[in-house]
């Protein structure tokens, strides 16, 4: 359930059909904006007009108001942004090295910029993490690890903002100890290793409809595969 009713905007495009009034008459016209209880259509004649939405009947009422409904989520009404999160970090050594560990995820941070409550939605999402080499040579050394998941919002209220948090990746980070040294013939191009996000793509619905798409970074969705 969306109730977005008394959000004004205007229309990207519409289609002519066919409406009826209470009465039975019928003209043919195109949504053109909607504004709390009334539409402005524009008749097939090119007349333009404002009409009370509940003259029309009760089937040409449930279209004007998805009609606004969808535009309204096409023009910005549901707006994305993105927060890491850390756990506390639990650090033992053995061997002479030092291993750090935590959990990190994602906060997705959903606001609802129109006056009205707008329901059902779901955030399906595709996160990565750097696995990072214990020992490396590169800062490239490593491999991507990838992690869906989605999650379910009853409503956002208007006016408001929600954070989803994302299901957690287990993160390490190593270093020697003092007095150590990596063995082998290259030991001393070996670093330390440190684990980390990079980089999250979400999807939003409402209901079936996608109303919007985000990542961070933005090439995420131009380099990842869903």
Do not use: C
Not at 166 to 179: A, H, I, K, N, W
Request: charged share 30%.
């Amino acid at each position: 359930l969306l109730i977005l009713s008394f959000l004004p905007f205007l229309a990207n495009s519409a289609e002519f059909r066919t409406f009826t009034d209470q009465q039975g008459r019928q003209m043919q016209a195109k949504v053109n904006q909607v504004s709390g209880g009334d539409v402005f259509i524009e008749r097939r004649d090119g007349l333009a007009t404002k009409v009370s939405i509940a003259l029309f009947s009760e089937e040409d009422q449930a279209y004007i108001r998805q009609w606004a409904v969808n535009h309204a989520l096409q023009n910005g009404a549901i707006e994305v942004r993105f927060s890491d999160e850390e756990s506390d970090k639990t650090t033992l050594s053995s061997g002479g090295i030092k291993t750090t560990k935590y959990d990190a995820h994602y906060e997705v941070i959903l606001k609802n910029t129109t006056d009205d409550a707008i329901g059902n939605i779901r955030v399906e999402y595709l996160m990565l993490k750097f696995v990072d080499e214990m020992a490396a040579k590169k800062r490239s050394a490593g491999e991507i690890e990838r992690k869906k998941g989605k999650v379910h919002l009853e409503q956002l209220p208007g006016r408001s903002e929600k954070r989803l948090a994302t299901d957690s990746f287990s993160m390490r980070e190593t270093e020697l100890e003092p007095g150590w040294v990596w063995s082998g013939n290259e030991a001393g191009k070996a670093r330390d290793s440190e684990d980390r996000l990079e980089g999250i793509w979400v999807k939003v619905y409402v209901g079936e409809m996608l109303a919007l798409e985000e990542a961070r970074p933005k090439s995420l969705i131009r380099k990842e595969v869903w």
